[in-house]
């Protein structure tokens, strides 16, 4: 009778151990942190987001911020191209076309801020634009172009920012 009990004994030992290694796994399996991304720092005369100008690689951002909402890979049939879209933070970093758009509800920090500024107060910070138009205005920058888009009170609505010249610049409708 001993060893019977013996026997059970063990078997209840053996049972346990697994149910408790099994509950083990399924928890740490649980602890995953969430990306965190630094907070965005556009300088608009630097043309850089963090540091980081618009002709970089897809790969090169995801690293950088590796919180994005959602990517457009290479070669996908995406309308823009491949890019990397941060909707949460209203900024978007279109890849295949070298430009990066900032949205009116932006959330980081720009080193002038543009977002609602009057479209006759920009002169002193950027010169006057390139071409102009009824709705935007594209500045010629030391790295490339810089496009706002206004309001119908005439006030900065969305920031594009490139390396490519305003003859080479190919922005998404």
């Known amino acids: 009778m001993n060893s019977?009990?013996?026997?059970?004994?063990?078997?209840?030992?053996?049972l346990l151990l697994a149910l408790s290694m099994g509950c083990l796994s399924v928890s740490m399996g649980q602890l995953v942190a969430k990306a965190k991304c630094p907070d965005f720092y556009v300088d608009i005369l630097d043309g850089t987001v963090n540091g980081m100008k618009p002709?970089?690689?897809?790969?090169?951002?995801?690293?950088?911020?590796?919180?994005?909402t959602s990517i457009e890979e290479e070669g996908s049939t995406a309308k823009c191209g491949s890019g990397i879209f941060f909707k949460n933070k209203d900024i978007y970093f279109y890849t295949k076309r070298?430009?990066?758009?900032?949205?009116?509800?932006?959330?980081?920090?720009?080193?002038?801020?543009?977002?609602g500024a009057k479209r006759g107060s920009l002169f002193k910070s950027l010169g006057n634009p390139k071409?102009?138009?009824?709705?935007?205005?594209?500045?010629?920058?030391?790295?490339?172009?810089?496009?706002?888009?206004?309001?119908?009170?005439?006030?900065?609505?969305?920031?594009q920012f490139s390396t490519l010249s305003t003859d080479e610049l190919s922005l998404c409708e």
Request: hydrophobic share 40%; charged share 25%; with cysteine.
């Open 4 to 14: 019977a009990i013996l026997v059970l004994f063990q078997r209840k030992r053996i």
């Open 131 to 159: 071409i102009k138009d009824d709705q935007w205005d594209a500045f010629e920058m030391q790295y490339g172009t810089l496009v706002l888009h206004y309001d119908a009170t005439g006030k900065v609505k969305l920031i």
């Open 55 to 68: 002709n970089r690689t897809l790969n090169e951002i995801k690293t950088l911020f590796p919180c994005s």
């Open 98 to 115: 070298n430009y990066i758009e900032i949205g009116p509800k932006f959330q980081g920090k720009i080193s002038i801020p543009l977002l």
